[in-house]
């Protein structure tokens, strides 16, 4: 099996890394933070230990997944490594640093990887000596879990690298799906109307957070609803996608990010891990209680649903990778309850273009154009499945 060194032991290095090592790789793992490998260690045997208790592993494959695993405390003892997955801190410098200095360590072979959200997978490679053996490999959390995999060529990524990523990403049990690098790739694209749409909702008083979230779940279907989601996801986290989304499309303000979310950021306020977000966490806090009128519940969910069928459907119409992979890349990764194109189908794709025009002639605002591949299909009476 081949030896992969992962970089950066924050929530996905560490995922990461297991995933490796439960498959039989050889994982190097280092992190600049010496307490952050220390911590990796103690969580790591708490996650085995889980999996011994819910019967997922037998207890003897403990030690073997635990041998598998070599502390590095300087990055050069990652030398032998044949793939290496970067995950620290999304900031392009300094990846492109880290990049550079990996680039001078590894062998010729060895296939260098970022697992960025959001920055461009081409720019990163500009920063290594061979860019044709670099890619992105983009997990999704807890990647433990999660099948999907998204694979990114840059636009200096030979065939055959991209090749040997996609075949590694299968041998590690996982589902990888080619990409074109483009700004939040399939995945962060697409679901970006999923907190946008519910945030300029809430900004603009027509529901407050309980309703919003019962109207996505309980009308919509959807496992959470965006408030819940992003308290969960970290609003850390989930703003800094949106703003490099954003900036990354020249401020189209399809993506634009919003006010309200970072002033959560600035206070500090991050969600579940800080204990406030939206909702407060605190002990003995009582949940507010949404108003569950049908007819509101119903306008939300349908213009929060209308605007990532828009979404999948530019991102079909731009080429980002095909409809039937992104049906799967959101089904899989953020498990919505049906594929967006497919879900554009039984509802109509000329009730979508209605829906799309309704909204843009009322706010007369090109965050609500609609997609014109959606238009020309609704024209000719056609579906995408
Ligand atoms: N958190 C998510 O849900 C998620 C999902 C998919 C992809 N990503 C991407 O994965 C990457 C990591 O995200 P995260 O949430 O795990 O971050 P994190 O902040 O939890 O962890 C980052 C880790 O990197 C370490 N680090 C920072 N600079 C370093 C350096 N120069 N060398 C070595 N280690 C360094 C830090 O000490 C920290 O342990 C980011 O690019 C992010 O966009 C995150």
Redesign the pocket.
């Known amino acids: 099996m081949i030896k992969i060194a992962v970089?950066?032991?924050?929530?996905?290095?560490?995922g990461i890394a297991q995933v490796a090592a439960m498959n039989g790789c050889e994982v190097l793992v280092?992190?600049?933070?010496d307490q952050?490998i220390e911590k990796s260690k103690i969580e790591l045997e708490k996650n085995l230990q889980l999996l011994v208790d819910k019967s997922k592993i037998k207890p003897e494959q403990v030690q073997t997944i635990l041998s598998k695993y070599h502390w590095c405390n300087q990055?050069k003892q990652i030398f032998q490594a044949d793939l290496v997955i970067?995950?620290?801190?999304?900031d392009l410098d300094?990846?492109k640093?880290?990049f550079a200095q990996i680039s001078q360590i590894v062998s010729d072979q060895c296939i260098i990887a970022?697992?960025?959200?959001?920055?461009s997978i081409t720019s990163l490679a500009s920063a290594v000596i061979r860019p044709e053996r670099f890619i992105g490999i983009?997990?999704?959390?807890p990647a433990p879990i999660m099948p999907l995999v998204e694979i990114i060529p840059a636009l200096q990524t030979s065939h055959n690298t991209l090749q040997q990523a996609v075949s590694i990403i299968k041998d590690l049990n996982k589902l990888p799906i080619v990409v074109k690098d483009t700004p939040g790739f399939i995945v962060n694209r697409i679901a970006r109307p999923f907190y946008g749409e519910a945030l300029r909702i809430l900004e603009e008083g027509l529901a407050d957070i309980a309703t919003i979230d019962w109207a996505m779940t309980n009308i919509g279907g959807f496992k959470m609803g965006p408030f819940t989601l992003m308290d969960f996801?970290?609003h850390d986290?989930n703003y800094?996608?949106t703003e490099t989304v954003f900036n990354a499309f020249y401020y189209d303000p399809r993506y634009k990010p919003s006010f309200t979310q970072k002033r959560l950021v600035e206070a500090g306020f991050l969600g579940r891990k800080s204990k406030k977000g939206f909702y407060d966490y605190g002990d003995g806090v009582i949940a507010p209680k949404p108003n569950m009128d049908e007819t509101v519940g119903q306008q939300i969910f349908e213009r929060i649903l209308v605007m990532l069928i828009n979404e999948a459907a530019e991102a079909v119409s731009l080429q980002i990778a095909s409809k039937e992979d992104i049906e799967i890349a959101m089904n899989k990764a953020v498990n919505y309850p049906k594929g967006l194109l497919q879900w554009a189908d039984e509802i109509g794709i000329s009730v979508c273009v209605n829906k799309m025009d309704e909204l843009y002639h009322h706010y007369r605002e090109d965050r609500y154009r609609c997609c014109p591949l959606l238009r020309r299909m609704a024209d000719t009476n056609q579906k995408f499945f």
């Open positions: 970089i950066g032991l924050g929530t996905m290095g560490r280092y992190d600049s933070m952050m990055l970067e995950a620290i801190r999304e300094i990846k640093e880290l970022s697992n960025t959200s959001s920055i983009h997990f999704f959390n996801i970290g986290v800094q996608v």
